[in-house]
């Protein structure tokens, strides 16, 4: 890629219904009782991420769309699981809500998704695929202390194991503010 060339930040995702929104909402909010250590995800922003593409040049986003409607899915359902947070253990960056269902489905179109994206020469995600929808991120001036009383409320606030079936895999343009991110679907 040259230093010309433009690039936009995109990722691809999976959209949520809104059931499953309303429930990662309520979820928020009863979470938001126990610690002000996180600044939480706009529920219309909430998604399934299937692969972070980082900064990508803008020449390969109509490909990707292209490629992208091209992959067959099939019907499948997942339902909100368990809470977690990223790293497991250590100081609490990432609040998370698991994934469960079809997750045979789900792995098959996230593979035909990273055989896409490398078919276009971009590379592989080095991390192992963990299915999750990322509810909360630790604020830069949350104190070690805060973060673990919200570890240790985590396993007490579940989601209702509400259910969706995911539709076509989308790409988006992540645009970084100081308010958070701004999703743009691109597809």
């Known amino acids: ?9 995109l990722f691809i995702a999976l959209d949520l219904s809104v059931e499953v929104r309303r429930e990662l909402r309520d979820v928020q909010l009863r979470l938001s009782e126990h610690s002000r250590a996180v600044r939480w995800s706009d529920p219309m922003g909430m998604h399934l991420t299937l ?5 990508t040049p803008a020449s390969l ?14 019907p499948f359902t997942l339902h909100l699981d368990r809470l977690g947070c990223f790293p497991a253990t250590g100081s609490l960056r990432v609040v998370w809500v698991g994934i469960r269902g079809d997750l045979t489905g789900l792995t098959s179109l996230y593979q ?22 990322t509810l909360a991120r630790a604020r830069p001036a949350a104190t070690p202390a805060e973060l673990r009383a919200l570890r240790l409320v985590l396993p007490a606030v579940n989601p209702k194991p509400v259910s969706w079936q995911p539709q076509r ?9 100081s308010r958070g991110a701004i999703y743009t679907a691109l597809n």
């Open 51 to 55: 692969q972070f593409l980082g900064e």
């Open 1 to 9: 890629m040259s230093s010309a060339e433009s690039t936009m930040r």
């Open 61 to 74: 986003a109509q490909p990707l769309v292209t490629a992208l409607n091209a992959i067959e899915t099939p």
């Open 112 to 133: 035909a998704v990273t055989t896409v994206t490398q078919e276009l020469g971009l590379p592989a995600d080095s991390r192992p695929f963990t299915p999750h929808i």
């Open 169 to 177: 895999p989308i790409l988006f343009r992540s645009q970084l503010t």
